[in-house]
């Protein structure tokens, strides 16, 4: 629908578990981004890659690993999460890291047991 | 308390109806935009409106910015059962990125 596919569309997975969420953009944008979304809250930025470089990073506990391999794919590496981990995370892309419109794909539903 | 802040949290009205939601935010702003959520899916951008524009159009869409009060509305006409979705303003106060308000959920009653 927006050129931003994320996969899986859901998860589970337990506290000792290890899991990665991709995302991937066919849209030739250079920045990328995570976001985390829970019930009753704004959404939150995660992360920001701009050409390949990790740009913003807003203070996520380290349990989140994102990497960024090239420009069009980006993904986030869990570990040992906890239950208030589950969220739906959506990715998103735009032309450059700023302002512009973002295109984000359909999101993760992460259930954490 | 956030950058852009959605009212009402939540509208419920008739279908072919219209539904005005009100976005407003703190700092100044090069720009605004709206965007919808259908449950559990991603966002879609609907509208961006720069700082220097007032009223913007597209489709039964219409924005409006008012930069002396900080605030934005988003108006659709005519609603339709598919417009039932979360709406969110998203601002960019600075240090390149966008801040998104909590959302304005809207359900169309056939």
């Known amino acids: 629908e927006t050129g931003v596919t994320q996969t899986p569309r859901h998860l589970v997975m337990g506290m000792t578990n290890k899991k990665s969420l991709k995302c991937e953009q066919h849209?030739?944008?250079?920045?990328m981004y995570w976001y985390k979304q829970s019930a009753k809250k704004p959404l939150e930025l995660m992360f920001v890659?701009?050409?390949?470089?990790?740009?913003e990073n807003n203070s996520v506990p380290s349990r989140f690993s994102p990497e960024c391999p090239n420009s069009s794919h980006l993904f986030l590496h869990l570990h040992t999460l906890q239950p208030e981990d589950s969220a739906l995370y959506l990715c998103?892309?735009?032309?450059?890291?700023?302002?512009?419109?973002?295109?984000f794909g359909p999101g993760t539903r992460l259930t954490v047991l | 308390s956030q950058q852009g802040e959605e009212d009402p949290q939540a509208l419920s009205i008739q279908e072919g109806e219209n539904a005005t939601m009100n976005c407003s935010y703190k700092?100044?702003?090069?720009?605004l935009q709206w965007y919808r959520q259908n449950s559990g899916r991603g966002l879609v951008h609907l509208i961006l409106?720069?700082?220097?524009?007032r009223e913007k159009h597209s489709g039964r869409l219409r924005v409006t910015l008012d930069t002396s009060k900080k605030s934005s509305s988003l108006l659709i006409t005519a609603s339709r059962a598919a417009d039932t979705a979360s709406y969110f303003c998203?601002?960019?106060?600075?240090?390149?990125?966008?801040?998104f308000g909590q959302g304005t959920r809207l359900t169309i009653n056939p």
């Open positions: 998103a892309s735009s032309q450059e890291w700023g302002a512009d419109t973002q295109y």
């Open positions: 409106i720069r700082s220097n524009e």
């Open positions: 890659y701009s050409l390949e470089e990790r740009v």
């Open positions: 849209l030739g944008h250079n920045a």
């Open positions: 700092t100044s702003i090069n720009n």
């Open positions: 998203a601002t960019d106060p600075g240090a390149q990125k966008l801040v």
